[in-house]
T-cell receptor, first 114, second 110 residues
Framework: DADVTQTPRNRITKTGKRIMLECSQTKGHDRMYWYRQDPGLGLQLIYYSFDVKDINKGEISDGYSVSRQAQAKFSLSLESAIPNQTALYFC?????????????FGPGTRLTVL | QKEVEQNSGPLSVPEGAIASLNCTYSDRGSQSFFWYRQYSGKSPELIMSIYSNGDKEDGRFTAQLNKASQYVSLLIRDSQPSDSATYLCAVKRTGNQFYFGTGTSLTVIP
């Protein structure tokens, strides 16, 4: 089984709808991240969480919110989806503040907002 | 100035050749450096990590780090068509978040 899973893998929705993307991990990592990827723009950090009680905004948090339900679960919500939120979304985990801390990615969710 | 910069390519090399991918970073306090491979529509997959100056080899891959020049590179020897992908350079400051380059697209021509 995959260490980092994301659901759904694909989602098509309409403008104004509320959408939740879910991420679960079995790696036992404390840190979890949400990124979006648009063609030619690389990975942009939306939110990150260093533990269940610690949630931080990334560079593009406007229009998004998150919930860290447990060490293993980190959800991303789009309260009112808009077309320019159409992108590939990745969840990632890492194991801590040491210099050898490494990020591992889930398979991604392709979101289309019509 | 971007935290991490890569030449977007595309870079094309013939099968069996050496592919050289380059990355520069802006923060001298950066401690950890990573190369990820990403196939189209798939998630980034870790290839190499490097933490100290010099070379680190793993199979056909060699990562090179020069902290004085704020430069990290990835060499792929005996390139194969299956190496065709986008390669992302990532940098991490001590205790903090990761920064990714926009990636270099590599095509290996059979």
């Amino acid at each position: 089984d995959a260490d980092v899973t994301q659901t759904p893998r694909n989602r098509i929705t309409k403008t104004g709808k509320r959408i939740m993307l879910e991420c679960s991990q079995t790696k036992g990592h404390d840190r979890m991240y949400w990124y979006r990827q648009d063609p030619g723009l690389g990975l942009q950090l939306i939110y990150y969480s260093f533990d269940v009680k610690d949630i931080n905004k990334g560079e593009i948090s406007d229009g998004y919110s998150v919930s860290r339900q447990a060490q293993a679960k980190f959800s991303l919500s789009l309260e009112s989806a808009i077309p320019n939120q159409t992108a590939l979304y990745f969840c990632a985990t890492s194991d801590g503040p040491s210099d050898t801390d490494t990020q591992y990615f889930g398979p991604g969710t392709r979101l289309t907002v019509l | 100035q971007k935290e991490v910069e890569q030449n977007s390519g595309p870079l094309s090399v013939p099968e069996g050749a050496i592919a050289s991918l380059n990355c520069t970073y802006s923060d001298r306090g950066s401690q950890s450096f990573f190369w990820y491979r990403q196939y189209s529509g798939k998630s980034p997959e870790l290839i190499m990590s490097i933490y100290s100056n010099g070379d680190k080899e793993d199979g056909r891959f060699t990562a090179q780090l020069n902290k004085a020049s704020q430069y990290v590179s990835l060499l792929i020897r005996d390139s194969q068509p299956s190496d065709s992908a986008t390669y992302l350079c990532a940098v991490k400051r001590t205790g903090n978040q990761f920064y990714f380059g926009t990636g270099t697209s590599l095509t290996v021509i059979p």
